[in-house]
């Protein structure tokens, strides 16, 4: 299962959200969404568990819990949306 993490801290690594989330099971991919000019973290980012159930589970024991001074939002990922085609800036 794929997981939305929101409201991270700008500091957090994926070290340590695959810290936090291994905790309830295995961690198959964890990547954090960044700026491409600055490649500062945006505050969030995608957690990947084989496991539905382990998902489940740090789900419910992470979501609007602190990690780093921030109460983090968790939940499952949302297939992201057809967005309209950008007209090109002349």
Not at 22 to 35: H, M, N, W
Not at 37 to 63: R, T
Request: proline residues 7%; positive net charge.
């Amino acid at each position: 299962m794929n997981l939305y993490v929101g409201n991270l801290p700008y500091t957090v690594t994926e070290a340590d959200l695959r810290d936090a989330f291994s905790a309830f099971g295995t961690v198959e991919s964890v990547s954090l969404a960044t700026d491409k000019f600055s490649g500062e973290s945006k505050g969030f980012g995608f957690v990947e568990m084989p496991s539905n159930s382990e998902a489940d589970q740090a789900i419910k024991a992470l979501n609007d819990k602190p990690l780093k001074g921030r109460n983090i939002k968790v939940n499952q990922a949302q297939p992201r949306s057809e967005r309209p085609q950008r007209r090109p800036r002349y």
